[in-house]
């Protein structure tokens, strides 16, 4: 089951998320995933969009590859009011045109990207039942 809007969106303590809980920079990693977790909310089909912002949080989408969407990022989703959405080093294969609006903050940490040309067979190669060890 599809859930979208900000229903969808919990606390770890069972409250809703608000707008200004997604606000730049205040969204992490850790309540991106809490809040989008396949297993909880279900999954989306993904030939319609890669990736979304709304409520103003500040998304950076870098160093992706992005393969038969028709809206690879996407600024604003239904009712929700938009939100920023900055793009770059992006493999687009037979894809839509990126949306982007306005800027985000700077990432507080060093990190080191792969090239976006390498993510899908990165990404295929370590998917999947028995890829994962620990």
């Not at 507080?108 to 060890?133: E, H, M, N, R």
Request: proline letters at 7%.
């Amino acid at each position: 089951m599809e859930r979208r809007g900000p229903a969808a969106r919990e606390r770890p303590d069972g409250t809703l998320l608000d707008c200004a809980d997604l606000a730049d920079p205040g969204y992490t990693l850790d309540g991106y995933l809490a809040a989008y977790d396949p297993a909880v909310w279900g999954r989306v089909d993904p030939s319609r969009y890669g990736i979304a912002t709304t409520c103003g949080a500040g998304v950076l989408v870098e160093g992706n590859s992005f393969e038969n969407l028709t809206d690879p990022t996407h600024v604003g989703e239904g009712s929700s009011p938009t939100g920023n959405l900055v793009e770059r080093s992006n493999l687009y294969v037979n894809s839509g045109a990126p949306q982007t609006a306005g800027s985000v903050a700077a990432i507080p940490y060093a990190y080191t990207l792969d090239a976006a040309s390498t993510v899908k067979a990165t990404v295929t190669a370590g998917a999947g039942t028995g890829k994962i060890s620990g």
